[in-house]
Each structure stands twice: as C-alpha cells, then as structure tokens.
C-alpha cells in the first residue's frame, strides 16, 4: 500500500523523519516526503502516522 504526504497539510515539523528516517525526509522544500523505494511496511511507519500533529501522512 503506498504512503502519501498530503502536501496541503504538511507543516514541515519534520516528527515523522525523526521517527521513521528510513521512510519519510525532509525535502529542499521544507516539507516531509515519502523516500523512493522505501519499506512502508516498517513498524515505524505506522508510528509517524499516529504522531504526525496535523494527520499528513496516510496509507
């Protein structure tokens, strides 16, 4: 299942790269998105959905 970033809800506190840096990192453009080719089966991902404060990230 892919992971998405909704980009209109994203604030940039980067949470989700802190928990899950395998998965998600903070782009050029100061906004979290999902790394090519990542695992979104990892236990962390579900972590940085549930920690994420403005529910950006959804399967």
């Known amino acids: 299942m892919a992971l998405k970033v909704d980009r209109d ?3 940039g506190c980067g949470l989700c790269a802190q928990i899950c840096p395998e998965v998600f990192e903070i782009g050029d ?3 979290s998105h999902v790394i090519s080719g990542a695992d979104p089966s990892l236990p962390c991902v579900d972590e940085a959905i549930d920690q994420c404060p403005v529910g950006a990230i959804s399967r």
């Open 29 to 31: 453009d100061g906004y």
């Open 9 to 11: 809800l994203c604030t």
